[in-house]
């Protein structure tokens, strides 16, 4: 029997959800509030006299499970992929050092005072720890790294970086942002994975160097090949439809209002929502009880201002993206599509995304074009990336839900709105903004396929289970 499902989400998972329904007969309706589909994952073409493409930051695909790659290269198109390999480094004191860290790349670029302190404290913290000197919790960001690294080497490379991109002490970030983005278990850890390389089956997914990328189009080459297809299957893709309301009846959902000036409502058979779990619980209609509107209230997500500046050069490096963790510096991260597909900008032109983290309606989120381009110019020219007057133009793109904020309380906000939203018979929430999880690209197609299936089967596929243990981080 032909099932009516409505999607909240035209993102990754929402897109990948909705094609395994329509492969096996099923109708969708996607509601997307953006006038694009992808999400974070979406990208824009400007082809005029000149070819330009530029996604949300940088983005590679890649998996340990080969099944999903030939999945994504029959969506995008095999005529339309490039092979590519990942360079990520780290600007400190004026030198390039490799991310993830190399024990040889370090002992050579990093001051030979800091670096003898950098052992010192490693032996001293490891010491102290194998012994039982020191108690150490694991329950914030500061303490789980400084435990398996040091103190300088969690100051260096790790402590700067987190509380420039996430605006508060890493003293007040979970330990589980830790444990799944940081594959190093520690200095050992590090010094051994560069004197022996892990065989191939084995290595974390931060150390993967291979990875897939669209040719031209971007990476939201992707999302949209996931939307044609619905689309060519009778389903329906509605962009600039944000959900408005989520109206339901005790604990089952009759219908989604949504639209910005003439206001529809869809109803379907069954619900899927992959938009941030907090708006999903918001828009329900009658309201959550007061207790959860509360724990709604506690959860934050960051925001980020991407400043992309057109410039008159061939490339600024070879790096896939730049970390900037310093201080003195606004920007936290570049990347330079080039780097993925050489077809991104023209040939003797090149264009990096500049990263700025922040609070919606903060200072830099309100900042204008002209400001935020004379930040990012500031900070790429002070560590010698690029030369005064070779900016050409800027382009400015925001996200206001990008990442959720894994504070000290949030699994305590977390637990009452994921128990209330599940408890709705007939919707299920996935995805990263729909289970407030950071998890990487491949999974969020998986989540997506995975619920799908089961929606379209009734057949179990362990969907919540995506992205939680340690193997898929790193």
């Known amino acids: 029997m032909q099932k009516h499902v409505v999607i909240l989400g035209g993102g990754l ?219 060519a299957a009778g389903s329906r893709v509605l962009t600039d439809a944000p959900a408005i309301r989520v109206l339901r009846d005790g604990m089952n959902v009759t219908g989604i209002e949504y639209g910005r000036h003439d206001r529809q409502v869809v109803e379907g058979d069954e619900y899927v929502s992959t938009i941030p779990v907090t708006a999903l619980a918001k828009a329900l209609s009658p309201k959550v009880p007061q207790e959860v509107e509360r724990a709604i209230d506690s959860l934050r997500y960051i925001s980020i201002v991407f400043v992309y500046l057109k410039l008159n050069r061939g490339n600024v490096s070879p790096d896939n993206w730049v970390y900037l963790p310093e201080k003195h510096l606004t920007v936290h991260r570049i990347s330079e599509f080039k780097n993925f597909s050489p077809y991104c900008s023209p040939k003797d032109k090149t264009m990096v995304c500049c990263e700025i983290t922040c609070r919606r309606g903060d200072e830099i989120w309100r900042a204008s074009p002209e400001q935020l381009k004379s930040i990012a110019e500031r900070d790429l020219i002070s560590v010698g990336l690029i030369q005064a007057g070779e900016v050409l133009d800027v382009v400015v793109k925001k996200i206001p839900y990008a990442y959720p904020v894994y504070d000290l309380e949030y699994k305590k906000h977390l637990t009452p709105i994921m128990d209330y939203v599940n408890g709705l018979g007939n919707l299920k929430t996935t995805g990263r903004q729909g289970n407030f999880r950071y998890n990487n690209m491949d999974q969020s197609v998986e989540m997506g396929r995975k619920m799908g299936i089961e929606r379209a089967t009734g057949a179990r596929t362990d969907h919540e289970r995506v992205a939680t243990g340690k193997e898929y981080f790193g």
């Open 13 to 231: 998972a929402g897109l990948s959800c909705g094609y395994e329904l329509v492969q096996r007969g099923h109708r969708v309706t996607i509601l997307e509030r953006e006038p694009h589909v992808g999400g974070m994952a979406s990208s824009f073409v400007e082809d005029g006299a000149e070819y330009w493409c530029y996604d949300f930051g940088p983005h590679r695909f890649h998996s340990k499970d080969e099944s999903l790659i030939d999945h994504v290269r029959e969506i995008i198109g095999e005529e339309n992929i490039v092979h590519a390999k990942r360079l990520s480094r780290i600007v400190l004191f004026n030198k390039f050092f490799d991310y993830p860290l190399n024990a040889s790349n370090v002992v050579r670029n990093m001051p030979k005072t800091l670096l003898i302190k950098a052992f010192l404290d490693y032996f001293w913290v490891r010491l102290l720890d194998v012994f039982k000197l020191r108690h150490f919790t694991d329950r914030d960001f500061e303490s789980w790294t400084t435990r398996r690294f040091g103190a300088t080497l969690y100051r260096i490379f790790f402590g700067q970086y987190t509380e420039k991109a996430w605006g508060m002490p890493p003293s007040q970030i979970s330990a589980d942002w830790a444990s799944q983005r940081i594959t190093l278990l520690n200095l050992r850890d590090a010094v051994m994975k560069t004197l022996f390389r892990p065989k191939k089956g084995n290595v974390p997914r931060t150390l993967v160097t291979d990875f897939i990328y669209p040719k031209y189009g971007g990476i939201g080459e992707l999302a949209r090949g996931y939307a044609r297809r619905i689309e």
